[in-house]
């Protein structure tokens, strides 16, 4: 095992019970498990858990904590059965503080714990800023589309898939991972978004985009797909805002009629059932427990090999929020103010600490 350097001190955001502000104090520099990773972040993403749970504490019950879910920079140090990593590798990872509350797993701090089978090696050409993008996107949208909706892993050529695939809310960060996630498994994505995200959605791979604020969206979107012969039997729910649970419902009723499975970002909103529909919810967090072997392959083949040929990118797009580690609690007031079709990231200059 390598030793961590003891160079730079390790400057972390951290939450100390709730409702607080963050505090921004020196932490010990963490030590890797046989299993984990040490990060030096480069720049971290805020995630709308994070403010949640400054608001409400779930599913956080551990205090002090360090909250953040995305983490992109440079490994210092592995532990002693990691092999698909070394130290000064370019990574990005899903960080687990969601799900093993420890605090050296949360992002928001100079150096986080990561687990090996929740990281991706980014291409050089990619910004530390664009690595910390997706990761928890990602695993939202993977557990989404193969365990909810139980779409088959991508191990070889695929053909053409017979039913097409909404994603409503595909200008989220949930949902423009879902959106290229499903175009590589070949299936019809029919979107929706705001009409300023409609271009970048397609050059994400929706075939077709729709704007939600339409009150006809729904007729317009059944309409689509009949044209197009793939009735819309599985769908994507990646904000679960408002009324979208109920008109991604009412699209896969009209055009699949019922067996269609609809999973949801959220628990599902009280007041409506729809007949006919499975529903389900996705949790991030089971690409580390029940379906940790799926995220294994995922972390480590898939999304690394997707980044390196381009299949997959960075997105949506970031916005730095000026000001280092010490604005995490910005960026975090950012996104709850409401952000369209953009990350909120900090970036971290560990060198001047
Ligand atoms: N279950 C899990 O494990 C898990 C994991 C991660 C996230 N989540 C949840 O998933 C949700 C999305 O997270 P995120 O990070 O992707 O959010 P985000 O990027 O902050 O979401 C912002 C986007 O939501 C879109 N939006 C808002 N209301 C909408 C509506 N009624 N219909 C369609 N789109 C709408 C906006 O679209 P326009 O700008 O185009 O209007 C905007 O681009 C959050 O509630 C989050 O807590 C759950």
Same mark, same amino acid.
């Not at 109920?246 to 609809?262: C, E, H, N, Y």
């Not at 960075?314 to 007031?333: H, K, M, T, Y």
């Given at each position: 095992?390598?030793?961590?350097?003891?160079?730079?001190?390790?400057?972390?955001?951290?939450?100390?019970?709730?409702?607080a502000?963050?505090?921004?104090?020196?932490?010990?520099?963490?030590?890797?498990?046989?299993d984990?990773?040490?990060?030096?972040?480069?720049?971290?993403?805020?995630?709308?858990?994070? !403010?949640?749970?400054?608001?409400?504490?779930?599913?956080?019950?551990?205090?002090?904590?360090? @909250?953040? %879910?995305?983490?992109?920079g440079?490994?210092?140090?592995?532990?002693?059965?990691?092999?698909?990593?070394k130290?000064?590798?370019?990574?990005?990872?899903?960080?687990?503080?969601?799900?093993?509350?420890?605090?050296?797993?949360?992002?928001?701090?100079?150096?986080?714990?990561?687990?090996?089978?929740?990281?991706?090696?980014?291409?050089?050409?990619?910004?530390?800023?664009?690595?910390?993008?997706?990761?928890?996107?990602?695993?939202?949208?993977l557990?989404?589309?193969h365990?909810?909706?139980?779409?088959?892993?991508?191990?070889g050529?695929?053909?053409?898939?017979?039913?097409?695939?909404?994603?409503?809310?595909?200008?989220?960060?949930?949902?423009?991972?879902?959106?290229?996630?499903?175009?590589?498994?070949? /299936? $019809?994505?029919?979107?929706?978004a %705001?009409?300023? &995200? &409609?271009?970048t959605?397609?050059?994400?791979?929706?075939?077709?985009?729709?704007d939600?604020?339409?009150? %006809?969206?729904?007729?317009?979107?059944?309409?689509?797909?009949? %044209?197009?012969?793939?009735?819309?039997? @599985?769908?994507?729910?990646?904000?679960?805002?408002?009324?979208?649970?109920?008109?991604?419902a009412?699209?896969?009723?009209?055009?699949?009629?019922?067996?269609?499975? @609809?999973?949801?970002?959220?628990?599902?909103?009280?007041?409506?059932?729809?007949?006919?529909?499975?529903?389900?919810?996705?949790?991030?967090?089971?690409? /580390?427990?029940?379906?940790a072997?799926?995220?294994? !392959?995922?972390?480590?083949?898939?999304?690394?090999d997707?980044?390196?040929?381009?299949?997959?990118?960075?997105?949506?797009?970031?916005?730095?929020?000026?000001?280092?580690?010490?604005?995490?609690?910005?960026? @975090?007031?950012?996104?709850?103010?409401?952000?369209?079709?953009? $990350?909120?990231?900090?970036?971290?200059?560990?060198?001047? &600490?």
């Amino acid at each position: 095992m390598a030793t961590v350097p003891k160079s730079y001190g390790n400057v972390a955001a951290v939450l100390e019970q709730i409702p607080a502000r963050l505090k921004i104090i020196d932490r010990p520099i963490p030590k890797p498990g046989p299993d984990e990773i040490v990060v030096r972040n480069h720049a971290i993403a805020a995630n709308p858990a994070d !403010w949640k749970i400054q608001d409400y504490g779930f599913p956080i019950t551990k205090f002090p904590t360090v @909250l953040g %879910s995305d983490s992109c920079g440079v490994i210092v140090a592995i532990g002693d059965s990691v092999t698909k990593f070394k130290v000064r590798d370019r990574v990005a990872g899903f960080a687990g503080v969601i799900y093993n509350q420890d605090i050296n797993h949360g992002a928001f701090q100079s150096y986080t714990l990561l687990r090996d089978i929740a990281t991706t090696k980014i291409p050089d050409n990619m910004s530390f800023e664009e690595g910390s993008v997706f990761p928890m996107a990602m695993a939202t949208s993977l557990i989404a589309l193969h365990v909810c909706l139980g779409i088959p892993r991508s191990t070889g050529p695929i053909t053409p898939q017979q039913s097409g695939l909404l994603i409503w809310g595909a200008s989220s960060s949930v949902g423009t991972s879902a959106v290229q996630l499903a175009r590589n498994l070949r /299936f $019809k994505v029919f979107a929706t978004a %705001s009409p300023a &995200h &409609h271009q970048t959605l397609k050059s994400l791979g929706a075939f077709e985009v729709f704007d939600y604020h339409d009150s %006809s969206v729904v007729d317009k979107i059944v309409a689509a797909a009949k %044209s197009a012969g793939t009735p819309i039997t @599985l769908g994507f729910d990646s904000v679960t805002e408002g009324i979208s649970f109920k008109q991604a419902a009412d699209v896969l009723t009209a055009s699949g009629g019922k067996g269609g499975k @609809l999973v949801l970002a959220l628990p599902q909103p009280e007041g409506y059932a729809p007949e006919g529909i499975e529903i389900s919810q996705t949790i991030a967090a089971r690409s /580390f427990m029940d379906q940790a072997e799926l995220g294994k !392959w995922f972390f480590n083949d898939y999304l690394q090999d997707c980044l390196a040929n381009g299949s997959i990118v960075s997105a949506p797009r970031f916005e730095v929020v000026p000001g280092g580690i010490q604005a995490a609690q910005n960026a @975090l007031d950012k996104l709850k103010a409401g952000v369209s079709g953009t $990350k909120l990231v900090v970036t971290v200059d560990c060198g001047h &600490h």
